[in-house]
């Protein structure tokens, strides 16, 4: 970098995958995932996580009760006061000056027709509840944030009402002040021209793009050019119809290209980008959807090449056919008619998880080999890395072996019960050899992967007290062939006492024999993690 850092404007990423991106038609978020999702984007160095609506929703509401992020600042959403009502008499204003969260992001309309046909106001009236907000919000200590909904279409319209909404905003005291693009509609040469006529201090503004012409990432850089200083994105471009700006493919562009490069700097390490591959597909895990291979820069295809002539430049040279080394967002180069790829992406995974062998190690080629044969067959390790570990403890000869399971089965049975209503019951029985004694245990539950957890975890004989504090907090199936011979694969997160989680994931045509290999993994990642051998 040509610039020295401490002379670099910084610029400032905002994620709102729980709120924005929530709204993506077939996505729920329980609050299981938004725990899980919140730790994924504090991976990738992001300063602003919202986290939803207080006071829309129940999981928004237990989301909110306490603070969700350790580093990045821990936003709220909600709309500014309505009229006929004080601050102090909007319960939407006071849910969001009540969430455990440093900061409030307020939305208010900056385009004066939808003020008036959308909220049937003044468009004088729209400033004055949008100026008692942000003041409120102030002095109950948040950091706040004002979301210019419809702000461009408001400009083209009336450049002096919009221009006004901003400005109303900042001498309330809003510390940033995001131009939406909500309709998604605006081109990155009017995005430019639009913020680079606003006479007010641009390090205090922000912009919120949608893709509904393919532009969002494009726009967002080109506010960035046009003075603003914080982008608002979320992972993988989640978001209402088209989607948003997508984050994962900013911050590689922010980081590794000079022209940004050379003049902003961001809050995201070497290391924090490394795992940006990772972190993307962990994400579509938890989504229970294939990962996009044609992403940029963290796709299966960013970095892949089939045609002979590339790969024989590739071997000359690898700047050829790649704009930036794959081993910087954690991708890896994929020569079709060869498959070499994987090594340093290993190694790094086993670092990551306190295994560390030499490059040379002939059980690093063996477990690749491994990884990369399951993969095939349906696994995939970058959303469950505690079966990662246990894989790579397996090949290198150091899985301990805590309890062999003899046999287990489930059955779901209709019968009446005592009020004769008819209902179904599922019963799983579970054997077990612990030190040589062999244990049974049979357990009822809410469908057969329940039974099964119960079953398992019921008698580990000297293991039991060790467990006690371990619970099945998600699952998810996901079916990867169609057809009557599909190929089932299952997500299982769990967590302990101490506030750790892991997922750990189990392949098969048969979703329960896949259940239980990702509950008995589990387990044994739970044993192991209280002798210290997983990280």
């Given at each position: 970098?040509?610039?020295d850092?401490?002379?670099?404007?910084?610029?400032?990423?905002?994620?709102?995958?729980?709120?924005?991106?929530?709204?993506?038609?077939?996505v729920?978020?329980?609050?299981?995932?938004?725990i899980?999702?919140?730790?994924?984007?504090e991976?990738?160095?992001?300063?602003?996580?919202?986290?939803?609506?207080?006071?829309?929703?129940?999981?928004?509401?237990?989301?909110?009760?306490?603070?969700r992020?350790?580093?990045?600042?821990?936003?709220a959403?909600?709309?500014?006061?309505?009229?006929?009502?004080?601050?102090?008499?909007?319960?939407?204003?006071?849910?969001?000056?009540?969430?455990?969260?440093?900061?409030?992001?307020?939305?208010?309309?900056?385009?004066?027709?939808?003020?008036?046909?959308?909220l049937?106001?003044?468009?004088?009236e729209?400033?004055?509840?949008?100026?008692?907000?942000?003041?409120?919000?102030?002095?109950a200590?948040?950091?706040?944030?004002?979301?210019?909904?419809?702000?461009?279409?408001?400009?083209?319209?009336?450049?002096?009402?919009?221009?006004?909404f901003?400005?109303?905003?900042?001498?309330?005291?809003?510390?940033?002040?995001?131009?939406?693009?909500?309709?998604?509609?605006?081109?990155?040469?009017?995005?430019?021209?639009?913020?680079?006529?606003?006479?007010?201090?641009?390090?205090?503004?922000?912009?919120?793009?949608?893709?509904?012409?393919?532009?969002?990432?494009?726009?967002?850089?080109?506010?960035v050019?046009?003075g603003?200083?914080?982008?608002?994105?979320?992972l993988?471009?989640?978001?209402?119809r088209?989607?948003?700006a997508?984050l994962?493919?900013?911050?590689?562009?922010?980081?590794?290209?000079?022209?940004?490069?050379?003049?902003f700097?961001?809050?995201?390490?070497?290391?924090?980008?490394?795992?940006?591959?990772?972190?993307?597909?962990?994400?579509?895990?938890?989504?229970?959807?294939?990962?996009?291979?044609?992403?940029?820069?963290?796709?299966?295809?960013?970095?892949?090449?089939?045609?002979?002539?590339?790969?024989?430049?590739?071997?000359?040279?690898v700047?050829?056919?790649?704009?930036?080394?794959?081993?910087?967002?954690?991708n890896?180069?994929?020569?079709?008619?060869?498959?070499?790829?994987?090594k340093?992406?290993?190694?790094?995974?086993?670092?990551?998880n306190?295994?560390?062998?030499?490059?040379?190690?002939?059980?690093?080629?063996?477990?690749l080999?491994t990884?990369?044969?399951?993969?095939?067959?349906?696994?995939?390790?970058?959303?469950?890395?505690a079966?990662?570990?246990?894989?790579?403890?397996?090949?290198?000869?150091?899985?301990?072996?805590?309890?062999?399971?003899?046999?287990?089965r489930?059955?779901?049975?209709?019968?009446?019960?005592?009020?004769?209503?008819?209902?179904?019951?599922?019963?799983?029985?579970?054997?077990v050899?612990?030190?040589?004694?062999?244990?049974?245990?049979?357990?009822?539950?809410?469908?057969?992967?329940n039974?099964?957890?119960?079953?398992?975890?019921?008698?580990?004989?000297?293991?039991?007290?060790?467990?006690?504090?371990?619970?099945?907090?998600?699952?998810?199936?996901?079916?990867l062939?169609?057809?009557t011979?599909?190929?089932?694969?299952?997500?299982?997160?769990?967590?302990?006492?101490?506030?750790?989680?892991w997922?750990?994931?189990?392949?098969s045509?048969?979703?329960?024999?896949?259940?239980?290999?990702?509950?008995?993994?589990?387990?044994t990642?739970?044993?192991?993690?209280?002798?210290?051998s997983?990280?």
């Open positions: 970098m040509s610039q850092q401490s002379t670099k404007d910084r610029l400032y990423l905002f994620d709102t995958t729980l709120r924005d991106g929530a709204q993506t038609a077939g729920e978020f329980s609050l299981e995932d938004k899980r999702i919140a730790a994924l984007l991976e990738i160095g992001v300063d602003y996580i919202e986290g939803g609506y207080p006071g829309a929703n129940v999981v928004d509401d237990a989301f909110f009760a306490e603070p992020t350790r580093r990045a600042i821990f936003t959403f909600g709309m500014t006061k309505r009229s006929g009502r004080s601050v102090g008499n909007d319960p939407g204003v006071q849910a969001i000056l009540n969430a455990k969260s440093g900061a409030a992001c307020f939305v208010g309309k900056a385009w004066d027709k939808q003020v008036e046909i959308a049937g106001i003044t468009p004088e729209n400033l004055r509840n949008l100026a008692e907000t942000v003041k409120a919000g102030v002095a200590g948040k950091e706040v944030l004002v979301d210019c909904e419809h702000f461009f279409d408001g400009f083209k319209g009336n450049p002096a009402y919009a221009q006004k901003v400005e109303t905003a900042l001498a309330a005291g809003a510390r940033w002040v995001v131009l939406c693009d909500t309709n998604g509609g605006t081109m990155p040469a009017e995005i430019e021209t639009i913020i680079g006529a606003l006479p007010v201090d641009k390090s205090h503004l922000g912009i919120h793009a949608h893709d509904d012409t393919g532009q969002a990432v494009a726009n967002s850089l080109a506010a050019r046009a603003v200083r914080q982008i608002q994105g979320t993988n471009g989640l978001g209402e088209c989607g948003n997508n994962v493919t900013l911050i590689p562009t922010l980081l590794l290209k000079p022209v940004f490069a050379d003049q700097e961001i809050g995201v390490t070497p290391a924090q980008l490394a795992e940006l591959t990772r972190v993307s597909r962990a994400f579509d895990d938890l989504l229970n959807r294939a990962s996009d291979r044609q992403a940029p820069y963290v796709g299966a295809s960013a970095f892949a090449t089939k045609a002979g002539i590339h790969a024989s430049a590739l071997a000359k040279d700047s050829s056919y790649e704009h930036v080394p794959p081993e910087s967002v954690g890896e180069r994929n020569v079709m008619v060869s498959q070499q790829a994987g340093s992406n290993l190694l790094t995974a086993l670092r990551r306190g295994i560390r062998l030499d490059k040379d190690d002939p059980r690093l080629e063996r477990l080999r990884v990369k044969e399951r993969e095939a067959r349906g696994y995939s390790y970058d959303g469950a890395e079966s990662f570990v246990m894989l790579a403890h397996a090949a290198l000869g150091t899985l301990p072996e805590f309890f062999e399971v003899e046999s287990y489930a059955s779901v049975e209709r019968r009446h019960n005592a009020k004769g209503q008819s209902v179904n019951v599922t019963e799983a029985v579970v054997k050899v612990v030190d040589g004694e062999r244990l049974m245990s049979v357990a009822e539950g809410n469908g057969p992967v039974a099964l957890d119960l079953a398992l975890r019921k008698d580990l004989g000297k293991f039991s007290a060790e467990i006690a504090d371990l619970e099945l907090v998600d699952f998810k199936v996901r079916i062939d169609g057809g011979g599909a190929v089932t694969r299952v997500l299982v997160e769990s967590r302990d006492g101490s506030g750790a989680r997922t750990t994931i189990g392949v045509a048969n979703i329960i024999d896949a259940s239980f290999e990702a509950l008995y993994e589990s387990i990642y739970k044993l192991m993690k209280s002798r210290g997983a990280a």
